[in-house]
């Protein structure tokens, strides 16, 4: 969560509240990786209040089983 963020909401990082990280989530940034590290070390050393961090999977979903049939999708035969 970048501090400008917080400063258009007219919050620091120490009354940064839940609604403000739903927020931030809700508005697609591509960091949240390094966000979700930042917000929870920042929860540890007490800068800010506790908030719920969402999580979503990042993982890749497992490749596809090959084809059985014989047949493959960029044969030029």
């Known amino acids: 969560m970048r501090a400008g963020h ?7 990082l120490a009354d940064c ?3 403000d990280a739903d927020a931030w ?3 697609g940034y591509t960091a949240r990786r390094l966000t979700h590290a930042f917000l929870r070390w920042a929860m ?9 961090i ?4 990042t993982s890749n979903p497992a490749p596809s ?6 047949s ?3 044969d030029n035969s």
């Open 6 to 12: 917080l400063a258009e909401r007219g919050r620091s």
């Open 17 to 19: 509240a839940q609604a």
């Open 25 to 27: 989530y809700a508005g």
């Open 44 to 52: 540890r050393s007490k800068h800010m209040p506790k908030v719920a």
């Open 54 to 57: 969402p999580h979503r999977s």
């Open 65 to 70: 089983p090959p084809s059985t049939s014989g």
């Open 72 to 74: 493959h999708c960029c």
